[in-house]
């Protein structure tokens, strides 16, 4: 059962059952290159198969504005738990901008604020009976990722638009990812396409609430 704290946005009631702090483990396991990792290469380079164990918490919260704050940081499941890379980031529902809203920058909204109630956020509904998502997140590596998806009860299910980089960050040219609540655990699969490689597996975990 899903507890839809009282003071909670009507646009963040479809991503309530992500609010809190989680915390567990993962691993990444990504090729580099065509053809089996474990096989001879037959004259070509050789697959490289990337992969190991971390450890995770993330954070997603609200400070009574429509969209969630997210974060997560993760380390490698060595001896020393080595720091792995951190990434912040902004989710919302999807939907056209509105004269009430806030911004851009620092200016407030004109008018009535929209999307207050629970009935203004049916609108919003799709036609799936989910709601369209607009994702963020913020790399320290200089990468920047808009996500566009969707939200269905308690799964998430979300899409590159664009992935904005610096002229100092490594290839990385899109990614998907979902999100879904099994047994009160949020499990998670994310899929990238990096360093000359088209979208393929690139990392998953299973982490529980902890707060």
Same mark, same amino acid.
């Given at each position: %059962?899903?507890?839809?704290?009282?003071?909670?946005?009507?646009?963040?009631?479809?991503?309530?059952?992500?609010? @809190?702090?989680?915390?567990?483990? /993962?691993?990444?396991?990504?090729?580099?290159?065509? @053809?089996?990792?474990?096989?001879?290469?037959?004259?070509?380079?050789?697959?490289?198969?990337?992969?190991?164990?971390? @450890?995770?918490?993330?954070?997603?919260?609200?400070?009574?504005?429509?969209?969630? *704050?997210?974060?997560?940081?993760?380390?490698?499941?060595?001896?020393?738990?080595?720091?792995?890379?951190?990434?912040? @980031?902004?989710?919302?529902?999807?939907?056209?901008?509105?004269?009430?809203?806030? /911004?851009?920058? %620092?200016?407030? /909204?004109?008018?009535?604020?929209?999307?207050?109630?629970?009935?203004?956020?049916?609108?919003?509904?799709?036609?799936?009976?989910?709601?369209?998502?607009?994702?963020?997140?913020?790399?320290?590596?200089?990468? *920047?990722?808009?996500?566009?998806? &969707?939200?269905? /009860?308690?799964?998430?299910?979300?899409?590159?638009?664009?992935?904005? &980089?610096?002229?100092?960050?490594?290839?990385?040219?899109?990614?998907?990812? %979902?999100?879904?609540?099994?047994? *009160?655990?949020?499990?998670?699969?994310?899929?990238?396409?990096?360093?000359?490689?088209?979208?393929?597996?690139?990392?998953?975990?299973?982490?529980? &609430?902890?707060?």
């Amino acid at each position: %059962m899903i507890d839809i704290p009282t003071d909670l946005p009507s646009e963040l009631v479809p991503l309530s059952w992500l609010i @809190g702090v989680w915390e567990g483990t /993962g691993v990444v396991d990504y090729t580099i290159g065509d @053809g089996d990792p474990d096989l001879p290469a037959d004259g070509a380079a050789p697959a490289e198969r990337r992969i190991h164990e971390f @450890g995770q918490r993330i954070s997603f919260s609200h400070d009574g504005l429509p969209f969630l *704050n997210y974060s997560s940081f993760t380390w490698l499941l060595d001896d020393e738990h080595t720091p792995l890379t951190t990434e912040t @980031g902004y989710w919302r529902l999807e939907r056209p901008a509105e004269e009430g809203d806030r /911004g851009p920058g %620092m200016l407030p /909204g004109v008018g009535v604020q929209p999307y207050t109630s629970a009935r203004a956020v049916e609108i919003l509904r799709t036609p799936d009976d989910g709601f369209g998502l607009e994702v963020q997140i913020v790399h320290p590596t200089g990468v *920047n990722e808009l996500y566009l998806g &969707r939200v269905k /009860g308690p799964r998430i299910d979300l899409a590159t638009d664009a992935v904005l &980089r610096s002229s100092n960050a490594k290839e990385h040219s899109a990614s998907t990812r %979902m999100y879904g609540l099994v047994e *009160n655990d949020l499990l998670w699969a994310w899929d990238i396409a990096a360093l000359g490689q088209e979208l393929r597996t690139h990392a998953s975990g299973r982490l529980s &609430r902890v707060d």
